[in-house]
């Protein structure tokens, strides 16, 4: 899976580390960006509020 | 670095050829032998498995650090936002008593939670308002009282890890320690009666006007703070009980009460 990305990235080793580095970046954007908070509420870590049964997270 | 491939994944790149060429008979000898489905199979296996711990790792990062940042960040300019609001007229009219959901209350000090400590409260418990590093004020399954009310309970509750976590050291509290609520013409001083150390998340009674589970039985001027134990997780939820001690008027100078100096 990341040899197959490896060796799609085009130009050398530098150019490729460049590439490689941004889209590491690019993914822990979307992740912290979008993925993340979406994720959040459906994970019970941060409930704290005390509520019926009904009641959604707090 | 030149342009010539001196990379060795670049070399197994181009002995391996096209993605295709992955018989077995084209495999003559040396490394450039390729490994069968299995192999390869069981590979992709393995960097999901490292995805997977990465993926959890950075929710961990993104939890306990990220959220904090944001929400302290939020929580720091609608603080400056309410001082300003408050110190803008000079002497006006009494301030509004009546507040929507979402404005800004005052502030939350606690000594045993730290010098200096400090906590926006807005109306509202939902995780919105509490992802923004606040302590929200129960607007159900009770409707708080407010400080100034003739009597009822003014419960909060704020996150224990993440977004602030405003109320990660609520487990330090123990009775008599102080806790000063600032609104703009008053603080109001509680002093903490009672801890409930752990309770279920459905045990709303906590938050009643008259707590139940408390040694309050009679109609007071009380103050609740909830948030979820143990640390890093919301199986339960603790809470603390204070009364009402006196109210001190704010002076020019915002003078602290006793309990803060």
Redesign the interface.
Known sequence: MYGWIWRHLPGNTLVRAVLALLLVLGVVYVLFQYVFPWAEPLLPFGDVTVDGPEGGAG | ???Q???P??GL?DETGDENGDGPADAPAGRSARRGPAMVALG?FG??LI?LGL?LA??AV??LW?TNVQADRSADLASDKLRSAWSAPPSAAPPARTYAAGDGVGFLHVPAMGAGYQVLIRMG???DT?AEGVA?V?E??YRSAMPWDPSGNFAL???????GAK?HDLDALKPGDAVVVETQDSWYVYRVDETLPE?S????G??APVPEGSSYHSPGRYITL???TPV????Y?M?VWGSLVRVDPVDAARTPPAELR
């Open positions: 670095m030149s342009q491939s001196t990379d994944l670049d790149a992709v960097e999901l995805t993926l950075l929710f993104y939890s990220w418990t939902d995780a509490l929200g129960y159900t399954p509750a704020a996150h224990r890890d993440g977004h109320f309770t998340k459905y045990d709303t906590v938050v909830t948030t979820c890093y997780t919301s199986r939820r809470a």
